[in-house]
């Protein structure tokens, strides 16, 4: 089972920009569809972008023209570019290989394995 490590987060200010980075650990795996999650405090973790193997994105309605989700395929690196940053955008981001994901909808079932994820704080 490939296991990844996100990064990239951190404290920025409202209007800030930060760069998350999800990468394999461990065992090479394919190219797969793919999709940034995060969940805010008392709330229920929730798509935010994905991105299927052949590069055809889609986010949820509240990031669009902010986030960028993005892949390098040679470094099986998957990228969320986010700017614009709001005080809602707050919470623990994760990527996931979902079971399945409907990217023109925006629904999926996540797969079993989290990662530790990476806390994004947006500030004034």
């Known amino acids: 089972q490939v296991h990844f490590v996100e990064s990239g987060g951190g404290l920025v200010q409202v209007g800030g920009s930060l760069r998350l980075s999800c990468a394999p650990s461990g065992s090479t795996f394919s190219v797969n569809t793919m999709g940034w999650y995060r969940q805010a405090p008392g709330k229920q973790r929730e798509l935010v972008a994905a991105?299927?193997?052949?590069?055809?994105?889609n986010y949820r309605d509240s990031v669009k023209g902010r986030f960028t989700i993005s892949r390098d395929n040679a470094k099986n690196i998957v990228y969320l570019r986010m700017n614009s940053l709001k005080f809602e955008d707050t919470a623990v981001y994760y990527c996931n290989v979902p079971k399945w994901l409907n990217i023109a909808t925006m629904t999926s079932s996540p797969g079993d394995y989290w990662g530790q994820g990476t806390q994004v704080t947006v500030s004034s």
């Open positions: 991105i299927s193997a052949s590069g055809i994105t």
